[in-house]
């Protein structure tokens, strides 16, 4: 009956778990039926209304807490794919919505809330679309800037440790890439890479493998961390910010930031 694909995904979602037995704790550690269906339930999920997907979670974590170990079970797929640093599928967005349900949902014991609450804080900061928390930066030669006052239409955060092997990665992804190197030479774009531990030897010394185009930058206080002022659960963490410092990307992968530059040359033409 439904001949749109709006409708039949909205649909599918909202019905996903009606023949799936969640009394039953052997699925549990079934992984080709339960986690795989699992994947292919969140594979749905970008062609999802929010309204329907909002009702899809609800629905499904409902039917979960019929028996305790299974909505733990739930709870946990949705964190691992949805929040965990390593997720190739991790969407803060979509997990923001997990959150919401566990906090507000009266049928859930407070004691399931603690970590939701604790979670969804960190991503309530500078979630898409707010103006990005203000830092400042120190350079090698003593001078400091803030955040806010470097002047580009777009900035890219960049924030690396010395030496770990995904920042190397990262790094020459950007360096290497045709679309940010052009952004950089028109000065459409600045990159900020940012140092938040405490080794500033370490830092010192990995200077000469950040490109002297970039803006290279530590923080001498560890005010970042000690604030929590960003979410850095994982490093490398790529932030993507628009002239006012109004987060486009967040925890953006490589290729996905490569891709969103791309689209907003196409859009200036």
Known sequence: MLTNNADRADFLAK????????????????????EQAFVNYLDIWPHVSEGALRLSISRTLEKAQVEPKMFIHFTDLFEKYLYDPNSAMRNEEYYAMVL?????????????????????ELINKNRLGTIATDFVYT???????SMHKIKSEYLIIF?????????????????????????????????????????????????????ASWINGYD?????????????????????????????????MPHLLEEQLVQILQNAI
């Open 139 to 145: 350079m090698a030669n003593g001078k400091q800037g």
């Open 15 to 34: 019905n996903y778990w009606n023949n799936f037995d969640f009394s039953d704790t052997l699925l549990i550690g079934n992984q080709q039926i339960t």
């Open 100 to 120: 919401d349900y566990i906090i507000t949902s009266p049928s859930i014991d407070e004691l399931y809330k603690i970590q939701p609450k604790f979670y969804l």
């Open 220 to 252: 001498a206080f560890t005010t970042i961390r000690k604030n929590n002022s960003y979410d850095l659960r994982a490093i490398p963490n790529l932030y993507l910010l628009d002239k006012e410092k109004r987060v486009i990307m967040k925890d953006a």
């Open 159 to 211: 924030f690396n440790n010395p030496g770990c092997s995904a920042c190397i990665e990262y790094e020459q992804g950007l360096e290497y890439s045709p679309v940010v190197t052009k952004m950089l030479e028109t000065g459409k774009l600045k990159i900020l890479a940012m140092y938040v531990d405490e080794d500033i030897y370490e830092w010192d010394k990995n200077r000469p493998n950040i490109p």
